[in-house]
């Protein structure tokens, strides 16, 4: 089961960055709004893509800030990348799969991408404790693999197949497990509000793209922005939570997070300097930063707001 195979189509014959219908062609192709569309082509030339070719360059890939995170370089390599180029077509496709496969699909995909499709046995476990927690001593990597190890395996098995993952992870708490595995491109209502730059694309000769219902905002919404003692605040408190979480819901994607990362920021840097792009890029108001907390589980954060704008 690939996320891309081969025998999809990877690129548009005759079809460069220079060309007028680059992105409504590319969006048609891929499934994805023109929204999520020009999104990635950002992402993709961030990477290192040549706008000339529209390609991304594998050597690129290897010396770029994700040289750094095994998991996404074996999701890159898992990619059909012929002549050692991946194409801007096969990272839509890639990427529509992360958006929209279910977590059973995203999970088997993981256990797959891990060890080549084989089962896990001991070596493969302590590799994995190894490459999550890099900073952890020989020791504590030992012990958190031998704890997985027997979790992982029933019965006299001593390797861990498909389905003997699965079974582990339906021990887990499923709506964390989504939230952890969730893909967003960008946020939903960025969908029913296009890019000013699209207006200089053609439109699609499939007719306009299907864009899913604008969110049906809160009428208390009065689009005032948050300020940048309320960015501050929230970039403080959420330096101690599970901050990536937040950031992705804005619709910051990883690769976003690794590039403010790479720049051996602080924690609480990392989540300010993302907060005040939001604001700007995404027009992001008060409600909206609210929202995102709420719906990530950080209510107390959200509170903390209003408790500031009540002092003021």
């Not at 180029?85 to 096969?90: D, E, G, H, V, Y």
């Not at 590799?127 to 012990?143: D, F, G, K, W």
Request: glycine residues 4%.
């Amino acid at each position: 089961m690939g996320v891309v195979s081969s025998k999809d189509r990877l690129e548009i014959p005759g079809l460069s960055p220079s060309s007028f219908n680059w992105i409504t062609n590319h969006a048609d192709q891929s499934g994805l709004t023109l929204v999520e569309t020009l999104r990635l082509w950002d992402v993709f030339l961030e990477m290192g893509a040549n706008r000339v070719s529209g390609k991304l360059d594998e050597t690129l890939i290897r010396t770029s800030f994700l040289a750094h995170d095994p998991i996404a370089m074996k999701f890159l390599d898992s990619l059909p990348h012929p002549d050692g180029k991946l194409s801007f077509l096969t990272y839509l496709k890639a990427c529509h799969w992360l958006q929209t496969s279910s977590t059973d699909r995203k999970l088997r995909a993981i256990f797959r991408f891990e060890n080549k499709g084989e089962n896990w046995d001991y070596a493969t476990i302590k590799r994995l404790v190894h490459t999550l927690y890099p900073s952890e001593n020989e020791q504590t990597v030992r012990l958190t693999a031998d704890t997985l190890m027997s979790q992982f395996v029933f019965g006299s098995k001593n390797t861990v197949d498909e389905e003997d993952f699965l079974k582990f992870m339906g021990n887990v708490d499923q709506q964390t497990l989504h939230d952890c595995l969730n893909f967003r491109i960008v946020p939903p209502y960025l969908n029913s509000e296009p890019d000013d730059r699209l207006s200089d694309y053609a439109p699609s000769p499939h007719g306009p793209p299907i864009l899913p219902p604008p969110v049906d905002m809160d009428e208390f919404d009065d689009g005032s922005l948050p300020s940048d003692d309320d960015l501050q605040r929230v970039a403080e408190l959420m330096s101690r939570r599970d901050w990536r979480r937040f950031v992705n819901k804005l619709g910051f994607t990883e690769m976003d997070v690794r590039l403010e990362e790479g720049m051996h920021r602080t924690q609480e840097d990392i989540i300010l300097r993302l907060l005040k792009k939001w604001r700007i890029e995404y027009s992001g108001t008060l409600f909206n930063l609210k929202q995102a907390l709420n719906e990530t589980s950080n209510q107390e954060v959200s509170f903390a707001l209003d408790s500031e704008s009540e002092r003021r």
